[in-house]
């Protein structure tokens, strides 16, 4: 039998997991959404990697990251969880051992990691205001009445971005209507929000890091040329997007479970333990947050729905 390992990657918009052997080659993987519920999502996703996986294969480590790595953690009794700067860290660093810079823009948030050799040096991340993530992106294409994968190719071809003040969701919004109804070109308009997309993480999260290369960008927006060529363009450096930068949170915590199996075989059945689920308001701040408690025999395991990554446990 060969050995493998699972890396799932949780997050609240996306569910990512992928399968890796030994030499940590990918021998399957998806890219799915969570719609709210984790549970069921990582049901669905490991019913579809055990249809990709070969039958001479048997799961020796699991490893979960992203915001509900705690509680699906605990339903697949993963032998690694971790969070997500150290999962992207270490996808990052099996491919490109050299990356000084990780630009990650995901579904509702991004984050950027500074690296010397091979350790983190810095990081920060934006949970607080979606403008510029990858849901606010599919929010104003379907606006706009655009396929989000045409979204980048449009942008990409125009060389005349129309200025919009995407700093926040809001002000966003209403500018695009606006542009749109003076009648700026839509290919314009779309190569606009990609260019002020770049710049508004390059002003917040990416605020007094110093950017070397090489420069490694992923999650779900790096597939969106429109948004690369602002990042090369504005940064003045190559940008590298490797073909599985959507998945690298997954692959790093599966490499995770690989340096840390404990010699367990994993069946991929998922446990049926009972959770408790309450859901209580965070008044810390005016973004009032639904926080959903979960509970296993009365023991808080994981919260759910922070947009500051405040931890509840
Ligand atoms: S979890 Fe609490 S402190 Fe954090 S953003 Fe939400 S309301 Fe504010």
């Known amino acids: 039998m060969n050995e493998c390992y699972l890396g799932i990657d949780i997050g609240s918009i996306s569910t990512k997991g992928v399968i890796i052997d ?84 995901g579904g509702q948030d991004s984050k950027i990691i500074i690296i010397n050799n091979g350790i ?66 839509i290919d314009d308009i779309v190569s606009g929000l990609c260019k002020s997309i770049v710049l508004n993480y390059l002003n917040n999260v990416g605020k007094g890091k110093k950017i070397i290369g090489p420069i490694v960008f992923q999650g779900g927006v790096s597939k969106n040329i429109g948004v690369v060529k602002y990042f090369k363009e504005i940064l003045n450096q190559e940008i590298i997007v490797d073909p599985n930068s959507h998945l690298m949170g997954a692959i790093g915590i599966a490499i995770l479970a690989r340096k840390n199996k404990i010699g367990k075989v994993y069946d991929l059945n998922i446990k049926d333990i009972k959770f408790e689920i309450n859901g209580e308001e965070c008044e810390r701040c005016s973004n009032c947050c639904e926080i959903l408690k979960i509970y296993k025999n009365d023991e808080l395991v994981d919260a759910w729905g922070s947009k500051c990554g405040r931890e509840f446990k």
């Open 120 to 185: 983190i040096t810095d990081y920060s991340m934006n949970t607080l205001c979606a403008a510029g993530t990858g849901a606010f992106l599919s929010s104003q294409a379907k606006r706009l009445g655009i396929d989000i994968e045409e979204f980048g190719e449009m942008a990409y071809k125009s060389n005349n971005p129309v200025k919009i003040a995407a700093r926040c969701t809001v002000f966003a919004e209403s500018d695009l209507v606006h542009k749109a109804q003076i009648g700026y070109k």
């Open 22 to 105: 030994n030499d940590n080659n990918i021998i399957a993987s998806l890219y799915s959404w969570t719609e709210g519920n984790p549970i069921e999502a990582v049901k669905k996703l490991i019913k579809n990697l055990k249809k990709q996986l070969p039958n001479n294969y048997q799961i020796k480590g699991i490893g979960t990251t992203g915001s509900a790595r705690k509680l699906i953690g605990l339903m697949l009794d993963a032998n690694i969880v971790k969070n997500e700067i150290t999962a992207h860290s270490v996808g990052t660093l099996n491919f490109y051992p050299d990356v000084r810079t990780i630009l990650e823009i």
